[in-house]
């Protein structure tokens, strides 16, 4: 990458759901979990997890690993899911777009 190039943006969606009396917050560009007693603490360790994907992936000139999507059904929940917000904290994030998929909306996954 050019000195005064900026770094690529990639704009990540987030599906939030309820598993094994945890919340689980699921990247769906990067097929990464972070499990925690609440959305933002699984937001958190999702957000570490990132970091470290990419940290490494750079490290290992390997940017082919940091583009593994989730499996479909994870993007149908996104999109049967209603819009949520949840803070960030001190991560910089370009954008990123959440949603809570509840199977109590009569979806349920097999």
Known sequence: MAKNA???RIPLRVVFYYHEDQW????LEFDLVGCGHSR???LSLLTDAIAVQVDVSIDENN???LFRPADGRYFE???RGKPTRVAHGEVTIG???TRE???D???ALA
């Open 63 to 65: 940017p082919a690993n």
């Open 101 to 103: 998929f509840s199977e």
């Open 105 to 107: 909306n009569g979806y």
């Open 24 to 27: 689980v917050a699921h990247c």
């Open 6 to 8: 900026k770094p690529p």
């Open 77 to 79: 929940m996104f999109a």
């Open 40 to 42: 933002e603490e699984a």
């Open 95 to 97: 954008e990123i777009e």
